[in-house]
């Protein structure tokens, strides 16, 4: 008999409740139910194809500025660079707080290849809240819920929204929020239970997205401090969710998507072995190779996580300028990390806060 999977209908060969089917986005099924967070400076095409190959069934682009996709900035549409034959549906997130210019720049992304519009209602970042997006839209759920109906009518393509649980302590409102959405043509709802106040601190409270799924009919996506299979598990059967989306545990471990479908940590080989992929791949998108180094540092500083040695080697790799110091670099700490094997040893604090925005 073949063994059973592992996310199905029904329960988990341990007897826990982990999944409840396919999720359903707009036309699309998507094959398991783990999502890669959009990460600004993270979700290039590069890390979204890794995470696609490794059991992530979306992954979105980080979040796009829609002034600057309407005004076809050069810088921007770089953003919109993607595998056409391995990122299906191509999921575009856009930000922005006015309705119109939003279906304007979400019309250019269907243009360039958008399958799926998810429109980011929970960045924190002043320089975004303070033009009356990102987490900002949270204290006006008829402008949010316009802004999702002027971009569904505006392109015909799915369009989802990622949230939080409010602005602040004093006005946690992400139920009523999501039903605005829903009211206005979303496919899906993703949820970052945290407030604008608190930023990235502090625990999430996977109370609230239970209180969206109970209060939409649309399907919704949990997030926040899912790091193993067994946070993926309690999350689905403590909140109902439909899917799990992931962000700060695959930075430096995209194999978490593996890993949360059963599958095996990676080898010490198959780590050295994707941190030289990747790192082709990355400065490959850039014209200059010193930019496309300087942007991978932090990437190496993720991946170095937990090995032995790993706080001399962030030492060592703040400074790599050369694409060449790079690959040796590369070669000779993964190479050392491989002989004295993967215990993850206490490392200082990483700062998510840049990428997560």
Partial sequence: MA??????KGFSPRGRFCYIGPMQLGPYTLPTPFVLAPMAGVSEMPFRRI???L???LAPTELVSAEGLFRRSARTLRYLRHDPSREVPFCVQLFGGDPRRMAEAACVA??????????????????VTKGGAGSALLCDPERAEQIVAEVRAATALPVSAKIRSGWDSARVNAA????????????????????????????????????????VKVPVIGNGDVGSQEDAE????????????IGRAALGNPWIFR????????????????????????????EDLVMGVRSFRRMLLWYARGLRGAAQFRVQATG???????????????????????????????DYATALG
């Fill in 110 to 127: 269907r243009d360039e290849g958008a399958q799926v519009i998810d429109l980011n209602m929970g960045c924190p970042v002043p320089k």
């Fill in 51 to 53: 995470a696609l190959e």
């Fill in 234 to 245: 309690r999350m689905v059967r403590e909140t109902g969710c439909d899917a799990v989306m």
């Fill in 176 to 215: 009523e929020v999501a039903r605005a959405l829903e009211r206005g043509g979303a496919c899906a709802i993703a949820v970052h239970p945290r407030t604008r106040a608190q930023g990235y601190s502090g625990a999430a409270d996977w109370s609230v997205i239970a209180d969206v799924k109970r209060s």
């Fill in 320 to 350: 790599l300028e050369a694409p060449a110091d790079v690959r040796k670099a590369i070669a000779r700490f993964f190479g050392e990390a491989e002989s004295a094997g993967l215990e993850g040893l206490e490392e200082p604090e990483v």
């Fill in 259 to 286: 890993e949360v479908l059963g599958g095996p940590k990676p080898s010490c080989a198959e780590r050295r072995a994707m941190v030289e992929r990747h790192f082709e791949e990355h400065v490959s998108l850039f």
């Fill in 55 to 57: 059991g992530a069934s």
């Fill in 3 to 8: 063994p059973r999977p592992l996310f199905e």
